[in-house]
């Protein structure tokens, strides 16, 4: 049967049911009256502060803008697999609410993803990929999750919420066809690359990729560059920021996370070389006790013996 047809037991609950609305939806006339009006009262009042102003220089008024956070997330293949980098920095407007947050999420034993944008969609949405990818293992006899499979769930759901879902996602994994990265816009769109960068801080990034990357890359040497590039996202980005978070996920299908691999803002070290002067130490025993008195409480207080205990419902 088309998905455009009816069956009959339906068309007779459509009849049966008159509170069906029909016609024009209306639901949103009060939202829509409030943003022309925001912007109308705006206009005006620029007009009014600026009488030289036409109507083709005045401002057009204040809309509601889309909240903006902060990140800098990269990853990149090299010889024998892929390497993803994230700070660790969760931002609240202009204030720092979280100093170590992860931004490196499972996907797959042989896929994961960092996530930029609102903490919220990228946990959420990579949760909810994972646990499909988990579904579908189970439907196919456990065969190993593709790379392209979690960016196709990834990016149809983000394209169907149509940017709603505030989640740039840079996804990385190795599967049968070799290591893949890609980046996935947050209305759907993505590209598979070498190497990529999101997030407020990605330009900075960039620039360390664009100057030192090269194909068949070591281990080693990769992973140095995607500290680099997230360093470069640290210090010239302030929506960036605290320590760099590392994974790697090699073609025989091991996996490292390295939380914390590099703590450029650590303050332990430096707070150990201070020498405070013993001075400042107070033993006991310093100030002179002149006096002592105990005070018994009224009524001789509360004792174990004036509780009553009660046996739990189970």
Excluded at 3 to 14: C, L, N, V, Y
Excluded at 87 to 106: F, L, M, P, Q
């Amino acid at each position: 049967m088309s998905e455009f047809t009816s069956s009959p037991g339906q068309e007779a609950m459509m009849n049966s049911n008159t509170n069906i609305p029909s016609g024009f939806s209306f639901e949103n006339y009060h939202r829509n009256a409030m943003l022309e009006s925001m912007a109308k009262n705006n206009q005006s009042h620029n007009s009014a502060n600026d009488p030289s102003a036409d109507a083709t220089t005045a401002n057009p008024g204040y809309l509601p803008q889309a909240t903006k956070t902060g990140t800098t997330i990269v990853g990149m293949t090299y010889k024998n697999g892929v390497v993803l980098g994230a700070d660790t920095r969760a931002t609240a407007g202009s204030e720092v609410a979280d100093k170590n947050c992860e931004k490196i999420h499972y996907i797959a034993p042989n896929i994961y993803c960092c996530g930029a944008g609102t903490a919220a969609d990228t946990e959420k949405t990579t949760e909810l990929i994972s646990s499909q990818l988990e579904l579908l293992r189970m439907n196919t006899g456990g065969s190993q999750s593709r790379v392209v499979t979690a960016c196709t769930m990834l990016k149809r759901m983000l394209f169907q919420y149509q940017g709603y879902v505030s989640a740039a996602l840079v996804l990385g994994g190795c599967d049968v066809n070799g290591p893949h990265v890609y980046q996935i816009y947050p209305h759907g769109s993505t590209g598979k690359l070498p190497y990529t960068t999101m997030g407020s801080g990605s330009l900075a990034a960039m620039s360390v990729f664009e100057t030192d990357w090269r194909e068949d890359m070591t281990e080693e040497e990769a992973t140095a560059l995607v500290k680099r590039a997230i360093l470069a996202g640290v210090f010239n980005d302030l929506g960036s920021g605290s320590n760099v978070d590392t994974c790697v996920i090699r073609m025989d299908g091991s996996m490292t996370m390295d939380r914390g691999a590099v703590k450029p803002n650590e303050v332990k070290d430096l707070r150990d070389k201070i020498k405070r002067s013993e001075m400042l130490t107070m033993p006991r025993g310093v100030t002179a006790t002149l006096s002592t008195e105990f005070v018994k409480a009224k009524k001789g207080g509360v004792t174990l013996a004036d509780v009553t205990v009660t046996p739990m419902e189970t």
